[in-house]
């Protein structure tokens, strides 16, 4: 049972007191302003039990969390790649109006700190103290304007037995494999006992600390015991042997479907999605540590929780593995928010309207009562917080190149390519995206209806510090600077 503090007694007592210390600082910070405890997960579809993407999962502490908060069951990325997703999001601004389309290196950064203000530094302009680890941004950002502290994980040597686990490769990248060695020397297991160690500090200023979880990222490895955990069968997901014959060009062009040929001639594909799985356990651990010692903590009743997938992944759905696509394996994502200081707050909602993760931004900056820089896209879930049913005023939108997008509202995906050529599928008869229905005529209004939203003005691409290594080899790469059509 959780100990009751004292204060908590007195407060039953109705007895008065004069407060001092820990207390008393915490009390003040109540009547101020909330603390943000911001967790990001890396390269983490739908396969939770909250948004039921895969049966065999395990995420009891993910479930929990999401049966306290606001669970958006049908939430998407800005773009399907680690780096425009989160610039998009720290910055808040989508890629068709900042340029920032594929991946860039670290290089970028300070010139973006000129130009936006990223959520982290607008928190710690306002009075925050604000502290990080792990993945926030894409790379390590250690930077004075956004943070008052930011650790860096000293990963200790991998262990792995022999004959445990599946490999492709010689650089280790492609492994899928249970690890042997301590917790303690996990990336993931540092970063999160970062914020268990900020959670018990007592703090006279409200706080913003973001906690950046690496797994589910390639390589797939994780603790034996989170592999040992799962069924000895596991289940592949559903799959249409000629699903890619009503697809355009481009659309197969961003596969990887290399991969999947691979797996799929080494009969690995249940290797790889066991470990896929069992990252996403190692993933939910190292969050319930951080979540139980919030909850423990004086600030468990003024702390708002949101956790955020930067994109989803493909499991050998579309003949694809990983990212980089415009269909719903590599947007849709989890995203939960908890706020505690919510009065009548009923257990178990959800929302289940197509929502993108660019509106982060002003949620966050409403809840705290801070400002919000002009340029700033997107619309805050405050109403939808509050009555989930509360219709928003934009769908969902994923850019994967300039011209490359994807609309989603509840029922419908729509995409279209820079080429012009489309894609439809209804998911309230095919949520498996098997039947592009964008040439048939009984669905032209739908299109038409669905094409409005797209961007009328489209940035041009930002070609200064793009990552070298993300044009290598890379069609989607080159398509994006091939069609920057500037």
Request: aromatic share 12%; glycine share 6%; charged share 25%.
């Amino acid at each position: 049972m959780r100990l009751i503090t004292i204060a908590f007694l007195i407060q039953l007592l109705g007895i008065t007191v004069s407060m001092t210390g820990c207390n008393r600082a915490n009390d003040d910070m109540d009547k101020q302003k909330p603390n943000v405890l911001f967790i990001a997960i890396d390269d983490m579809n739908d396969w939770t039990g909250f948004l039921g993407g895969h049966p065999q999962t395990i995420t009891p502490n993910l479930d929990r969390l999401a049966e306290k908060g606001i669970n958006f069951t049908n939430a998407h990325c800005p773009a399907p790649g680690c780096s425009p997703s989160r610039n998009a999001l720290l910055y808040g601004i989508e890629p068709f109006n900042s340029g920032l389309y594929p991946f860039y290196s670290d290089e970028i950064h300070a010139s973006l700190m000129e130009q936006y203000t990223s959520l982290p530094r607008i928190f710690k302009e306002n009075g925050y103290e604000t502290f990080g680890a792990g993945k926030i941004h894409h790379g390590s950002k250690e930077d004075e304007r956004q943070w008052i502290e930011y650790f860096q994980a000293s990963p200790g040597k991998k262990q792995f037995k022999e004959g445990e686990g599946y490999i492709r490769g010689k650089d280790g990248k492609l492994s899928f494999r249970p690890t042997f060695h301590a917790d303690e020397a996990h990336v993931d297991y540092q970063v999160a006992s970062y914020g268990i160690d900020i959670l018990k500090k007592q703090h006279e200023k409200p706080f913003f600390l973001a906690v950046g979880i690496v797994k589910p990222h390639l390589p797939f490895d994780s603790p034996v015991r989170f592999f040992d955990s799962l069924p000895e069968h596991i289940e592949a997901p559903d799959i249409l042997e000629n699903d890619l014959l009503d697809i355009p060009k481009i659309g197969n062009s961003f596969r990887r479907a290399g991969d999947d040929r691979a797996f799929k001639k080494d009969s690995a594909w249940e290797d790889v999605r066991r470990a896929y799985l069992a990252c996403i356990s190692w993933a939910d651990y190292n969050i319930g540590r951080v979540l139980e010692e919030l909850e423990s903590s004086p600030y468990a009743n003024n702390t708002i929780v949101v956790v955020w997938s930067d994109h989803g992944y493909h499991l050998g759905e579309k003949m694809s593995f990983r990212k980089f696509t415009l269909w719903e394996e590599a947007t849709r994502v989890p995203f939960i928010i908890y706020d505690p200081r919510q009065e009548n707050q009923t257990e178990g909602r959800e929302c289940n309207q197509s929502v993108s993760l660019i509106n982060i931004y002003r949620t966050l900056t409403e809840m705290a009562g801070l400002p919000t820089p002009d340029y700033v896209d997107g619309e805050s879930l405050v109403p939808q917080l509050k009555a989930p049913n509360t219709p928003l005023n934009k769908p969902a939108i994923t850019s994967w190149g300039r011209g490359n997008y994807a609309v989603r509202i509840q029922d419908w995906r729509y995409i279209r390519y820079f080429d012009g050529t489309e894609e439809l599928y209804h998911h309230d008869q095919d949520e498996n995206e098997w039947y592009n229905l964008a040439d048939s005529p009984e669905y032209q209004s739908k299109k038409l209806e669905l094409n409005k939203y797209l961007p009328d003005q489209e940035a041009p691409l930002i070609e200064e510090y793009i990552a070298p290594w993300s044009l290598e080899g890379a069609d989607k790469a080159r398509l994006i600077k091939k069609h920057s059509n500037e």
